[in-house]
C-alpha cells in the first residue's frame, strides 16, 4: 500500500516535471531564459540552428525559418522570417512562436522581449561548439538522449573522415588556401574553415596570428606555394591570371577545388552536416593531392 | 633668369617664365617617385633584410614575387594614381571648383553598380558566370562608369551648364547608389567581394594592367594639356571665354571625355580610391602658382607619387596581411584637408 | 590690320542691329533697338542703372540670343561668323572679372587665342601685339605678376590689355574704367579716342561716369524703356537725353571745354 502511495506521489510530482514546469536555461548572451514547458512552436532565424533542430527530428516543431535556411528540404516550404539583420518580426509574432532561436549577433531580442516572445541565443562559431549547440537544443527540445546520439554519430562520422583522409596520404602533409568571400580573404587556421581543414591533417600556409579572415597580400600566397587552392566558383576561371600565380605549385598542376551554392552551405555552417562538409573538402584534396 | 628677360622694357618675347619652383617641384616628385619604386621591391610580405637578399640572389620564386608582383603593383598605381590627379585637376578646371574631383560625374557609382551586376550574375547563373570571365569585375567596373557619365550628361541635357552637370552629378550618384543598395538586400552574400572594390584595392595588378593604365594615360594627358589653354581661359570667365573664340561645349564634351576614361579606367583596375584625385591638383596649387599646363603636368606626378605611397603603406602596415588602398588615401588625404583647414582658420 | 582698315573706309558702318529685343525669360529688357556703330568712332552707351546697358554689349558680341532682331557685323549677320573669325574681329571685355591665378602675360596672351590657337606656339607678331597692348595701359611691369597680386586697378588694366591685344576692328567695352582712378581713367579715355581716330577701330563702351562719357564722339542713351536717343554728344545735349534718361535727375554744364555732369536741383531748391 505504501509502495502504491509512493508510485502516486511521485507521478503527481513527475507528471509536472515531465512537462518541465518553468525550467530555466543560459544562452550565449548570458541570460537566463525560463521556459514553462517544452517548446512546441519554434522560429529559428540561423540556418544551422534549423538543420540541428531537424538533425535532432523536431523539424515539425518548426513553425518558421529565415530565408536562407534550406536543409532539410521540407523547411523550404516553411513561411521566411527575414535575413540576418531584417527579422519580419510582424510575421514572427503573428504565428505565436513559444520560442524563437537566433545567433548572439541579432539586434531584435530587445523587441521580442518588449512583444512577450522568448528568445534564445546561441552562436556555433567553430568545430567545438557544435557539440555544445546540439546539447543544448536538446536540453531545450527535451530531447538530450537524442541530442547524445546525434553528438556521438557526429564526432565518429568526423573522425572517420579524418582518418581515411591522414591515411590516404601517406605521411604528405599538403599545403592549403582557402579563399573565402572572393580575394583576398583567407581562412585562417582558428576560423571554422581552417579548423576543418586542421583535422584532416591539411596545414594552412596561413598562420594563427593572422586572425580567423586575414586580407593576405597576394604575393603571400606565392611565396608559401600551396598544394590545394580553395577558392569560389566564379574567381576559380581567372585564378591563374593573378600576377605571379600561375607559377604556384596548385595552379601548375591544376590542383584548384570551387564548390557549388549547396555544398558550400555545408562547409560554412557549423551544424549537423559538419561530415558533410568534411568530405566534400577530403574528395576534393584526395582527387588533388599526390 | 627668365623674369628678368621680360621685365626688360624692350623686350618683345614674353617668355612663360617656367618658374624655377615648378622645375623643382618636378624633380622632387620624380626624385620621390623612384624613391618609392626601389623601395617597393623591398615591402611586402617579407622583411627588408630577406627582399635584399633576393635582389641580391635571385631565384626563381622570388624573382616572380619581385617583377611580377610588387613591381607591376607599384608602376601600376602610379599611373592609376596619374590619371585620378589629372581627371582631378580637368575636373577642378571644367568646373571652376576647387572642390570638384573625379568621381563628380557619378562613376564611383555607376562602377559599383557595375561590379555588383556582375557579381550577381555569375552567382546566379552560367551565362552570367561566362559572361563574368569575360569583362571580369575590371570591365564591367569601367562600363558601369561609363554608362553614369552618359547618364549624367544625358540627365543635364548636354554639357552646356556647369551648374546643372554638377547636380546631374549627384543626382546619378545617389541614384545609382540606391539601386546598388537595393541589389544587395537581395543578395547580400557579395557583400564582402564588393567592399574589396569600394575601399580599392592595389593587390592585383599585373603587367598588362599597368600597362593599359599607362596607354590609357598617354591618350589622356596628351589631349588635355593641348587643351590647357581652353582651361585657362575658362578661368577668366565663360563668357568671356566664349568671346575668345572658344567652342565651350566642345571644350567641355572633349575634357569631361578625358576625365571619364580616365577615372573609369582607374576604377576598373584599383577599385575606388578616394581623395588622390581632390588632394593632387591643391598640393600643387598650394605650392606653387601655375597655369593649367603646367597643373595638368604637375598633378598627374602628384597623383602618381600619392597613389604610389599609400600603396606601399597598405602592404607594410599590417603586412602579410594588406589595408585596402582606399582606406589609407582617406586617412592621408582626409588628414591633408584638415590641415589646410586648420591652417586657413589660423590665418583669419 | 590694314586690310581691316581698307574695308572700313569702304563701308563705315562695322555693327548695326535692327528691331533688337532682348528679353531674361518674361522680362524684356530692351526691344526693337536699331542701331549702327561706324569705323573709327568711340560711341559711349550710358543710362541709370538696369536699362541694360551690359545687356545690349552682350547681345552684340554674341554672347546673349536676342529674342527678335538681326545683328550685322561688317555687314554678315553675326551668326553666320564662324566663332574664331569673329573673336579675331570683336573683342569684348566682361564688366566684372573672374578671379584668376594665372600672370599678367598669360592674360594678355589668351587675347591672342583667337589668332594662336590651341597649341599657344606664340609667333613673334603675336608677341609684339600683345608688348604694344601692354605698353599702351602701362601695365608692362607687372608682367610676370600673378593677377590675384595685384590691385583692382592694375588688374582692369591688364584686362584692357588683353582686349586691345585682339587687335580687333570693334572693341565692345562694359564698364573700361572700373577700379581706375581719375588720372587712369583719363588715360583710358585718352586711349580709346586713340584707337578709335588713329587706329580705325570702332570702340562701344558703357561707361557709368556721364562726365567721361560726354567726352566720346557719339552716344547711345538707354532710358528704362529702350533707346531715348544715339547720336554724336551735341545731339544727345541739345535733344535733353540724359535728362531724360536719368529722369530729371542730371544736369549737364559746361566748363572749360569740357561737359560735366551734376545733379538736378528740385524746384525747391532740394536735390
Same mark, same amino acid.
Given at each position: 500500500?505504501?509502495?502504491?502511495?509512493? *508510485?502516486?506521489?511521485?507521478?503527481?510530482?513527475?507528471?509536472?516535471?515531465?512537462?518541465?514546469?518553468?525550467?530555466?536555461?543560459?544562452?550565449?548572451?548570458?541570460?537566463?531564459?525560463?521556459?514553462?514547458?517544452?517548446?512546441?512552436?519554434?522560429?529559428?532565424?540561423?540556418?544551422?540552428?534549423?538543420?540541428?533542430?531537424?538533425?535532432?527530428?523536431?523539424?515539425?516543431?518548426?513553425?518558421?525559418?529565415?530565408?536562407?535556411?534550406?536543409?532539410?528540404?521540407?523547411?523550404?516550404?516553411?513561411?521566411?522570417?527575414?535575413?540576418?539583420?531584417?527579422?519580419?518580426?510582424?510575421?514572427?509574432?503573428?504565428?505565436?512562436?513559444?520560442?524563437?532561436?537566433?545567433?548572439?549577433?541579432?539586434?531584435?531580442?530587445?523587441?521580442?522581449?518588449?512583444?512577450?516572445?522568448?528568445?534564445?541565443?546561441?552562436?556555433?562559431?567553430?568545430?567545438?561548439?557544435?557539440?555544445?549547440?546540439?546539447?543544448?537544443?536538446?536540453?531545450?527540445?527535451?530531447?538530450?538522449?537524442?541530442?547524445?546520439?546525434?553528438?556521438?554519430?557526429?564526432?565518429?562520422?568526423?573522425?572517420?573522415?579524418?582518418?581515411?583522409?591522414?591515411?590516404?596520404?601517406?605521411?604528405?602533409?599538403?599545403?592549403?588556401?582557402?579563399?573565402?568571400?572572393?580575394?583576398?580573404?583567407?581562412?585562417?587556421?582558428?576560423?571554422?574553415?581552417?579548423?576543418?581543414?586542421?583535422?584532416?591533417?591539411?596545414?594552412?600556409?596561413?598562420?594563427?596570428?593572422?586572425?580567423?579572415?586575414?586580407?593576405?597580400?597576394?604575393?603571400?600566397?606565392?611565396?608559401?606555394?600551396?598544394?590545394?587552392?580553395?577558392?569560389?566558383?566564379?574567381?576559380?576561371?581567372?585564378?591563374?591570371?593573378?600576377?605571379?600565380?600561375?607559377?604556384?605549385?596548385?595552379?601548375?598542376?591544376?590542383? *584548384?577545388?570551387?564548390?557549388?551554392?549547396?555544398?558550400?552551405?555545408?562547409?560554412?555552417?557549423?551544424?549537423?552536416?559538419?561530415?558533410?562538409?568534411?568530405?566534400?573538402?577530403?574528395?576534393?584534396?584526395?582527387?588533388?593531392?599526390? | 633668369?627668365?623674369?628678368?628677360?621680360?621685365?626688360?622694357?624692350?623686350?618683345?618675347?614674353?617668355?612663360?617664365?617656367?618658374?624655377?619652383?615648378?622645375?623643382?617641384?618636378?624633380?622632387?616628385?620624380?626624385?620621390?617617385?623612384?624613391?618609392?619604386?626601389?623601395?617597393?621591391?623591398?615591402?611586402?610580405?617579407?622583411?627588408?633584410?630577406?627582399?635584399?637578399?633576393?635582389?641580391?640572389?635571385?631565384?626563381?620564386?622570388?624573382?616572380?614575387?619581385?617583377?611580377?608582383?610588387?613591381?607591376?603593383?607599384?608602376?601600376?598605381?602610379?599611373?592609376?594614381?596619374?590619371?585620378?590627379?589629372?581627371?582631378?585637376?580637368?575636373?577642378?578646371?571644367?568646373?571652376?571648383?576647387?572642390?570638384?574631383?573625379?568621381?563628380?560625374?557619378?562613376?564611383?557609382?555607376?562602377?559599383?553598380?557595375?561590379?555588383?551586376?556582375?557579381?550577381?550574375?555569375?552567382?546566379?547563373?552560367?551565362?552570367?558566370?561566362?559572361?563574368?570571365?569575360?569583362?571580369?569585375?575590371?570591365?564591367?567596373?569601367?562600363?558601369?562608369?561609363?554608362?553614369?557619365?552618359?547618364?549624367?550628361?544625358?540627365?543635364?541635357?548636354?554639357?552646356?551648364?556647369?551648374?546643372?552637370?554638377?547636380?546631374?552629378?549627384?543626382?546619378?550618384?545617389?541614384?545609382?547608389?540606391?539601386?546598388?543598395?537595393?541589389?544587395?538586400?537581395?543578395?547580400?552574400?557579395?557583400?564582402?567581394?564588393?567592399?574589396?572594390?569600394?575601399?580599392?584595392?592595389?593587390?592585383?595588378?599585373?603587367?598588362?594592367?599597368?600597362?593599359?593604365?599607362?596607354?590609357?594615360?598617354?591618350?589622356?594627358?596628351?589631349?588635355?594639356?593641348?587643351?590647357?589653354?581652353?582651361?585657362?581661359?575658362?578661368?577668366?570667365?565663360?563668357?568671356?571665354?566664349?568671346?575668345?573664340?572658344?567652342?565651350?561645349?566642345?571644350?567641355?564634351?572633349?575634357?569631361?571625355?578625358?576625365?571619364?576614361?580616365?577615372?573609369?579606367?582607374?576604377?576598373?583596375?584599383?577599385?575606388?580610391?578616394?581623395?588622390?584625385?581632390?588632394?593632387?591638383?591643391?598640393?600643387?596649387?598650394?605650392?606653387?602658382?601655375?597655369?593649367?599646363?603646367?597643373?595638368?603636368?604637375?598633378?598627374?606626378?602628384?597623383?602618381?607619387?600619392?597613389?604610389?605611397?599609400?600603396?606601399?603603406?597598405?602592404?607594410?602596415?599590417?603586412?602579410?596581411?594588406?589595408?585596402?588602398?582606399?582606406?589609407?588615401?582617406?586617412?592621408?588625404?582626409?588628414?591633408?584637408?584638415?590641415?589646410?583647414?586648420?591652417?586657413?582658420?589660423?590665418?583669419? | 590690320?590694314?586690310?581691316?582698315?581698307?574695308?572700313?573706309?569702304?563701308?563705315?558702318?562695322?555693327?548695326?542691329?535692327?528691331?533688337?529685343?532682348?528679353?531674361?525669360?518674361?522680362?524684356?529688357?530692351?526691344?526693337?533697338?536699331?542701331?549702327?556703330?561706324?569705323?573709327?568712332?568711340?560711341?559711349?552707351?550710358?543710362?541709370?542703372?538696369?536699362?541694360?546697358?551690359?545687356?545690349?554689349?552682350?547681345?552684340?558680341?554674341?554672347?546673349?540670343?536676342?529674342?527678335?532682331?538681326?545683328?550685322?557685323?561688317?555687314?554678315?549677320?553675326?551668326?553666320?561668323?564662324?566663332?574664331?573669325?569673329?573673336?579675331?574681329?570683336?573683342?569684348?571685355?566682361?564688366?566684372?572679372?573672374?578671379?584668376?591665378?594665372?600672370?599678367?602675360?598669360?592674360?594678355?596672351?589668351?587675347?591672342?587665342?583667337?589668332?594662336?590657337?590651341?597649341?599657344?606656339?606664340?609667333?613673334?607678331?603675336?608677341?609684339?601685339?600683345?608688348?604694344?597692348?601692354?605698353?599702351?595701359?602701362?601695365?608692362?611691369?607687372?608682367?610676370?605678376?600673378?593677377?590675384?597680386?595685384?590691385?583692382?586697378?592694375?588688374?582692369?588694366?591688364?584686362?584692357?590689355?588683353?582686349?586691345?591685344?585682339?587687335?580687333?576692328?570693334?572693341?565692345?567695352?562694359?564698364?573700361?574704367?572700373?577700379?581706375?582712378?581719375?588720372?587712369?581713367?583719363?588715360?583710358?579715355?585718352?586711349?580709346?579716342?586713340?584707337?578709335?581716330?588713329?587706329?580705325?577701330?570702332?570702340?562701344?563702351?558703357?561707361?557709368?561716369?556721364?562726365?567721361?562719357?560726354?567726352?566720346?564722339?557719339?552716344?547711345?542713351?538707354?532710358?528704362?524703356?529702350?533707346?531715348?536717343?544715339?547720336?554724336?554728344?551735341?545731339?544727345?545735349?541739345?535733344?535733353?537725353?540724359?535728362?531724360?534718361?536719368?529722369?530729371?535727375?542730371?544736369?549737364?554744364?559746361?566748363?572749360?571745354?569740357?561737359?560735366?555732369?551734376?545733379?538736378?536741383?528740385?524746384?525747391?531748391?532740394?536735390?
Amino acid at each position: 500500500m505504501f509502495e502504491w502511495a509512493c *508510485v502516486i506521489v511521485a507521478l503527481f510530482l513527475g507528471a509536472p516535471a515531465a512537462q518541465a514546469a518553468g525550467f530555466v536555461v543560459r544562452d550565449d548572451l548570458d541570460r537566463s531564459v525560463t521556459l514553462a514547458r517544452y517548446p512546441q512552436r519554434i522560429v529559428t532565424l540561423l540556418p544551422s540552428l534549423t538543420e540541428t533542430i531537424c538533425a535532432l527530428g523536431a523539424c515539425g516543431r518548426l513553425v518558421a525559418t529565415d530565408n536562407y535556411s534550406d536543409w532539410p528540404p521540407q523547411v523550404k516550404a516553411l513561411p521566411k522570417a527575414g535575413g540576418i539583420d531584417d527579422a519580419e518580426i510582424e510575421l514572427i509574432v503573428s504565428l505565436r512562436p513559444d520560442l524563437v532561436l537566433l545567433s548572439r549577433s541579432q539586434r531584435i531580442t530587445g523587441r521580442l522581449h518588449d512583444l512577450g516572445l522568448a528568445s534564445f541565443a546561441l552562436n556555433t562559431d567553430s568545430y567545438p561548439e557544435i557539440a555544445h549547440t546540439v546539447t543544448v537544443i536538446g536540453d531545450i527540445l527535451g530531447l538530450p538522449d537524442r541530442a547524445k546520439r546525434l553528438n556521438e554519430s557526429i564526432s565518429e562520422e568526423v573522425q572517420a573522415i579524418s582518418a581515411r583522409a591522414i591515411a590516404r596520404r601517406h605521411g604528405h602533409v599538403p599545403t592549403v588556401y582557402f579563399e573565402v568571400d572572393g580575394p583576398p580573404y583567407a581562412a585562417g587556421p582558428s576560423s571554422y574553415i581552417g579548423e576543418l581543414l586542421g583535422l584532416l591533417g591539411a596545414r594552412n600556409i596561413v598562420t594563427a596570428d593572422l586572425g580567423p579572415f586575414p586580407p593576405l597580400n597576394p604575393e603571400y600566397v606565392v611565396r608559401h606555394d600551396p598544394d590545394v587552392i580553395f577558392v569560389s566558383p566564379s574567381e576559380a576561371a581567372h585564378v591563374a591570371d593573378r600576377p605571379g600565380w600561375d607559377r604556384i605549385r596548385a595552379i601548375r598542376e591544376h590542383r *584548384v577545388c570551387s564548390f557549388i551554392p549547396a555544398v558550400r552551405d555545408t562547409i560554412v555552417r557549423p551544424g549537423p552536416r559538419v561530415a558533410q562538409g568534411m568530405q566534400a573538402i577530403a574528395d576534393c584534396l584526395a582527387q588533388v593531392s599526390p | 633668369m627668365l623674369r628678368h628677360a621680360v621685365a626688360d622694357l624692350g623686350a618683345e618675347r614674353f617668355e612663360c617664365a617656367a618658374s624655377g619652383r615648378l622645375g623643382t617641384w618636378l624633380v622632387c616628385c620624380v626624385g620621390v617617385t623612384m624613391l618609392l619604386t626601389a623601395i617597393s621591391l623591398l615591402v611586402g610580405t617579407t622583411s627588408i633584410e630577406e627582399s635584399w637578399k633576393w635582389l641580391l640572389s635571385p631565384d626563381a620564386k622570388s624573382s616572380v614575387v619581385l617583377w611580377q608582383i610588387r613591381l607591376p603593383r607599384t608602376v601600376g598605381a602610379w599611373f592609376a594614381g596619374a590619371l585620378l590627379g589629372l581627371a582631378g585637376a580637368v575636373a577642378q578646371g571644367v568646373f571652376r571648383n576647387p572642390l570638384a574631383e573625379p568621381y563628380l560625374l557619378g562613376t564611383a557609382s555607376g562602377a559599383a553598380l557595375g561590379v555588383t551586376v556582375c557579381l550577381m550574375a555569375a552567382d546566379a547563373s552560367v551565362g552570367g558566370l561566362a559572361l563574368m570571365g569575360q569583362i571580369g569585375v575590371t570591365g564591367a567596373a569601367c562600363i558601369g562608369a561609363c554608362a553614369a557619365t552618359l547618364l549624367t550628361v544625358t540627365l543635364s541635357r548636354g554639357v552646356l551648364q556647369t551648374a546643372s552637370l554638377l547636380l546631374s552629378g549627384i543626382v546619378t550618384a545617389f541614384l545609382l547608389s540606391a539601386v546598388t543598395s537595393l541589389l544587395l538586400l537581395t543578395k547580400p552574400e557579395i557583400w564582402r567581394e564588393m567592399q574589396t572594390f569600394l575601399l580599392g584595392t592595389t593587390s592585383f595588378i599585373s603587367w598588362s594592367s599597368a600597362i593599359l593604365l599607362g596607354i590609357v594615360l598617354c591618350i589622356c594627358i596628351v589631349p588635355a594639356v593641348l587643351l590647357s589653354r581652353g582651361l585657362d581661359a575658362l578661368t577668366l570667365g565663360e563668357d568671356t571665354a566664349q568671346s575668345l573664340g572658344l567652342s565651350l561645349p566642345w571644350l567641355r564634351l572633349t575634357l569631361l571625355g578625358i576625365v571619364a576614361l580616365a577615372t573609369s579606367t582607374s576604377v576598373g583596375q584599383v577599385g575606388i580610391v578616394g581623395f588622390v584625385g581632390l588632394v593632387a591638383p591643391h598640393l600643387v596649387r598650394e605650392t606653387l602658382s601655375v597655369n593649367h599646363r603646367q597643373l595638368l603636368i604637375a598633378a598627374p606626378l602628384g597623383g602618381g607619387a600619392l597613389l604610389q605611397a599609400a600603396d606601399l603603406v597598405s602592404r607594410w602596415i599590417i603586412r602579410p596581411a594588406e589595408l585596402p588602398v582606399g582606406a589609407v588615401t582617406a586617412c592621408v588625404g582626409g588628414s591633408y584637408l584638415v590641415f589646410l583647414l586648420w591652417r586657413r582658420s589660423r590665418d583669419g | 590690320m590694314a586690310e581691316a582698315r581698307a574695308q572700313l573706309a569702304a563701308d563705315p558702318v562695322v555693327l548695326s542691329c535692327r528691331d533688337l529685343t532682348v528679353a531674361y525669360g518674361s522680362r524684356i529688357v530692351f526691344e526693337g533697338v536699331s542701331l549702327e556703330i561706324c569705323a573709327g568712332q568711340w560711341t559711349a552707351v550710358v543710362g541709370p542703372n538696369g536699362s541694360g546697358k551690359s545687356t545690349l554689349l552682350r547681345t552684340l558680341a554674341g554672347l546673349t540670343p536676342a529674342k527678335a532682331g538681326t545683328i550685322r557685323l561688317q555687314g554678315r549677320r553675326l551668326s553666320a561668323w564662324p566663332r574664331r573669325e569673329r573673336a579675331r574681329n570683336l573683342a569684348w571685355l566682361a564688366q566684372t572679372a573672374a578671379p584668376t591665378e594665372l600672370t599678367a602675360a598669360e592674360v594678355v596672351a589668351l587675347g591672342r587665342f583667337a589668332h594662336s590657337g590651341w597649341l599657344a606656339h606664340r609667333k613673334a607678331e603675336d608677341d609684339a601685339s600683345m608688348h604694344r597692348a601692354m605698353r599702351a595701359t602701362g601695365s608692362l611691369a607687372w608682367a610676370q605678376r600673378r593677377l590675384s597680386t595685384l590691385s583692382g586697378g592694375e588688374r582692369q588694366r591688364v584686362h584692357l590689355a588683353r582686349v586691345l591685344a585682339v587687335e580687333a576692328p570693334v572693341l565692345l567695352l562694359d564698364e573700361p574704367t572700373t577700379h581706375l582712378d581719375p588720372p587712369h581713367q583719363e588715360d583710358v579715355a585718352r586711349l580709346l579716342r586713340e584707337q578709335a581716330h588713329i587706329g580705325g577701330v570702332s570702340v562701344l563702351s558703357a561707361i557709368h561716369d556721364l562726365s567721361l562719357a560726354l567726352t566720346a564722339d557719339r552716344l547711345i542713351v538707354l532710358g528704362h524703356r529702350g533707346v531715348v536717343g544715339h547720336g554724336t554728344v551735341r545731339e544727345a545735349l541739345a535733344g535733353d537725353w540724359l535728362s531724360a534718361a536719368f529722369c530729371t535727375r542730371v544736369d549737364i554744364v559746361e566748363h572749360g571745354g569740357v561737359h560735366l555732369w551734376k545733379p538736378a536741383l528740385a524746384e525747391n531748391g532740394a536735390s
